[in-house]
């Protein structure tokens, strides 16, 4: 449940973000870096319980496809919007 609620906890927040970003909202970057935030400790703490939970060795099909593809695809992005982030920050100084 906790990974669902993290998800679409997500998922509201970037769509939120991507909205304001389109219509330059002012608090579109105060939002885009609570995504990145949720979304690191999101990614943390699932990585964090399957290992506690020994999850890794146990996952197969549709499991083993979201861990190989989806949580790097993610974690790339995370990471790319952050710097993004950084760098509209230096721009603006």
Do not use: K
């Amino acid at each position: 449940m906790e990974i669902v609620v993290g998800d679409l906890a997500g998922a509201v927040m970037a769509f939120a973000a991507i909205a304001l970003l389109r219509y330059r909202g002012r608090l579109a970057v105060p939002l885009t870096w609570l995504l990145v935030a949720e979304t690191a400790y999101d990614t943390v703490t699932n990585i964090h319980g399957g290992v506690r939970e020994h999850l890794m060795g146990a996952a197969s099909d549709t499991t083993w496809f979201v861990l190989v593809f989806y949580v790097p695809i993610v974690v790339a992005s995370t990471v790319l919007i952050a710097w993004q982030l950084c760098w509209l920050s230096i721009i603006a100084i």
